[in-house]
């Protein structure tokens, strides 16, 4: 099965700072979702995205869907301690029966 | 509105031994989804279902693993015998499944069950 690739693997901030991360594939996606998982916890959905070059904001999230379709950015601004977790991407290619791909993973410590 | 269930939430047997995962997915969700997620990795679909039928199960281990979604709402997956690297969190999704714009697919996840094969 296919994985994209998320950097940073890890990240270590300072509380107020702002992050980025991104996801990349080799193949060409209609669709992307970035999601947070808590320790024990399944994943919860934070923004999805359905065109090219879309940019959507939930709160202090921004994330946006690359104009090539084969990428996608994930931007918190002024990190709390709450941030904390691991957050992957899914992409989603038409013509695969829905199937979603995850992401490696982008682990993330604020540090108050 | 409810969220998806899973139980048991942990499950811990010896290699070789049967276990079952049960999911309720979302009312009104027609496609469900199990996947696994070994530590330090993102989930791996398992196998989709829309209403009772299989979608997708290319990527299950067939000679050990098998699920079914009888009357299309809730689901069952199965793991007989069970291997030391079968040891992960087993995540049940569901989704509204519509096939025409808006393409409403986007998956909600249940808690998982935590798998620890000994």
């Known amino acids: 099965g296919q994985q994209l690739n998320q950097s940073p693997q890890s990240m270590f901030i300072q509380e107020g700072e702002d992050v980025s991360m991104n996801c990349t594939s080799s193949?060409?996606?209609?669709?992307w979702l970035w999601y947070k998982q808590d320790p024990g916890e399944g994943p919860v959905l934070l923004i999805a995205l359905y065109k090219a070059g879309e940019l959507t904001s939930n709160g202090r999230l921004t994330a946006q869907f690359g104009i090539t379709r084969k990428d996608s950015f994930l931007n918190i601004s002024a990190s709390i301690p709450s941030d904390v977790g691991i957050y992957f991407c899914?992409?989603?290619?038409?013509?695969?029966?829905?199937?979603?791909?995850f992401g490696t993973g982008t682990s993330l410590t604020v540090i108050p | 509105e409810a969220g998806v269930a899973q139980s048991p939430r942990y499950k811990i047997i010896e290699k070789r031994q049967s276990v079952a995962f049960w999911c309720n997915p979302i009312s009104g969700h027609a496609t469900l989804y199990w996947y696994q997620q070994i530590l330090g990795q993102g989930p791996k679909l398992l196998i989709q279902?829309?209403?009772?039928?299989?979608?997708?199960d290319s990527q299950l281990p067939k000679d050990r693993f098998s699920a079914e979604r009888l009357k299309g709402v809730d689901s069952t997956l199965k793991i007989q015998p069970a291997k030391l690297e079968d040891s992960a969190v087993y995540l049940c999704?569901?989704?509204?499944?519509?096939?025409?714009?808006?393409?409403?697919?986007?998956?909600?996840f249940g808690p998982g069950t935590r798998l620890t094969v000994l």
């Open positions: 899914a992409g989603q290619r038409r013509g695969t029966g829905n199937q979603f791909y």
């Open positions: 999704a569901s989704s509204l499944g519509v096939r025409s714009p808006p393409y409403e697919n986007t998956q909600y």
């Open positions: 193949s060409i996606f209609n669709t």
């Open positions: 279902f829309q209403n009772n039928g299989v979608v997708d």
